[in-house]
């Protein structure tokens, strides 16, 4: 009796002898390494203090998001501005939490509740942010709000004795105009 093995099946044993044959060699040789990949460098340090990190990078941004929460109507430029100013105070809140200069910063920079507030502006940065982009003044005035409590939780516990530079960054830097 003559058997005949189908075309496929002759396939396959052959596909799985040459695939065990191969084993052995394959067990032999090196898989190729990988390019090792530079370790990024240390982030730069802060060359300044808490304090004037809050004045050019917190509250400039924030007196422009409280503007914004003000004005009866934004136009295209205002949002614009209003995003810009969202941006900034999410990255900010990150400075925040870096370490800098001030003799005192670290006793804040240490404690949960100062992160918890940092990370708070973040994430209301990133709701003024989305409110600025869908042009909704209802929604940036609700963050706006917010961030004028959080902004005032912090400061009640680490500047009581001086609880805001008066909601505006003059006189420490002039007023920028915006020209058309």
């Known amino acids: 009796m003559f058997f005949t093995i189908p075309r496929a099946a002759k396939l396959v044993a052959a596909i799985s002898l040459g695939m065990a044959a191969a084993a052995p060699l394959a067990a032999c040789t090196k898989a190729p390494e990988k390019a090792a990949v530079p370790a990024a460098p240390a982030p730069l340090p802060l060359p300044t203090t808490l304090l004037e990190v809050m004045r050019a990078s917190v509250e400039i941004p924030a007196d422009g998001i409280w503007a914004a929460q003000s004005a009866e109507k934004l136009e295209d430029p205002d949002w614009l501005l209003a995003e810009q100013d969202?941006?900034?105070?999410?990255?900010?809140?990150?400075?925040?939490?870096?370490?800098?200069?001030?003799?005192?910063?670290?006793?804040?920079?240490?404690?949960?509740d100062f992160h918890n507030w940092a990370a708070e502006i973040q994430k209301t940065a990133g709701v003024l942010r989305d409110a600025a982009k869908a042009k909704d003044q209802m929604k940036l005035g609700m963050a706006?709000?917010?961030?004028?409590?959080?902004?005032?939780?912090?400061?009640?516990?680490?500047?009581?004795?001086?609880?805001?530079?008066?909601?505006?960054?003059?006189?420490?830097?002039?007023?920028?105009?915006?020209?058309?």
């Open 86 to 112: 969202s941006i900034d105070l999410a990255n900010a809140a990150t400075l925040m939490t870096l370490a800098t200069t001030g003799a005192k910063d670290a006793e804040k920079q240490v404690n949960a």
């Open 144 to 180: 706006a709000d917010h961030l004028t409590d959080t902004c005032q939780a912090c400061h009640d516990k680490y500047r009581p004795e001086i609880p805001s530079d008066g909601v505006s960054r003059y006189p420490f830097y002039p007023a920028r105009e915006r020209k058309k």
